[in-house]
């Protein structure tokens, strides 16, 4: 069964403090990783797709990587405008979409 | 091109009503799926397909029904609704070889 852990639960840091978020997972025959964003009464925004273990995305002060058990999501100087849930999922071999319980981050001015 | 589109956005609903709620999605994507999203419980997987034709149960499918007629449209089916069903309920869809997956707004739920 395809599987999903996302870890910190909670993450408080200061603006400009970096940080990794960290998403463990088990699939049977990964067809892409993939990293979300979803603010207070919104649903989920899309970050980056991630297919294969040494890949790596970026987009502004977010970089996210993968290997063949996990994916990192490192926020670089992070603001305020960057607090919200993080949300990691997994596509495997059964085609389901499989999401972890997500990091929920605060960024202090 | 409008992406994941989820109606209605509210709704209440009696114990023991139905309702279908609508997802329709412009961007010729194959797969489609249905979460509900309880507070600080995560995504749960209700139905999804791979396209046209074919559909399959998630995680969590009692009490919910699906269809996918057409590529574009997944309605799903709410028979007798229980107040366990309240919940925010989202779609999305993915191409399989395009990067991108992408989510409507959802629907919020109350049964009372």
């Known amino acids: 069964e395809d599987q999903v852990t996302q870890s910190p639960e909670a993450l408080r840091l200061q603006e400009g403090e970096s940080s990794s978020l960290n998403c463990s997972y088990t699939?049977?025959?990964?067809?892409?990783l993939f990293w979300y964003r979803q603010d207070p009464g919104k649903g989920p925004e899309f970050l980056f797709t991630?297919?294969?273990a040494g890949e790596e995305k970026e987009k502004e002060r977010l970089k996210a990587t993968l290997t063949k058990k996990e994916s990192f999501l490192h926020i670089t100087a992070p603001k305020p405008e960057d607090s919200a849930t993080y949300l990691c999922?997994?596509?495997?071999?059964?085609?389901?979409?499989?999401f972890g319980k997500g990091t929920k981050l605060t960024v202090n001015p | 091109n409008a992406g994941v589109t989820q109606t209605p956005k509210f709704r209440i609903l009696k114990i023991g009503q139905s309702m279908t709620l609508q997802c329709a999605q412009d961007?010729?994507?194959?797969?489609m799926y249905w979460y509900r999203q309880d507070p600080g419980m995560g995504l749960k997987l209700i139905y999804y397909?791979?396209?046209?034709?074919?559909?399959d149960k998630g995680e969590v499918p009692n009490g919910y029904n699906v269809s996918r007629s057409t590529t574009e449209d997944f309605p799903l089916r709410l028979e007798l609704a229980a107040p366990s069903q309240t919940s925010v309920y989202f779609c999305?869809?993915?191409?399989?070889?395009?990067?991108?997956?992408?989510f409507g707004q959802g629907t919020r739920l109350t049964v009372v």
């Open positions: 999922a997994v596509q495997g071999g059964s085609e389901k979409l499989v």
């Open positions: 699939v049977s025959g990964l067809r892409g």
């Open positions: 991630l297919y294969s």
């Open positions: 961007m010729n994507h194959n797969y």
């Open positions: 397909s791979v396209g046209a034709g074919i559909t």
């Open positions: 999305a869809s993915i191409h399989p070889t395009v990067p991108g997956a992408f």
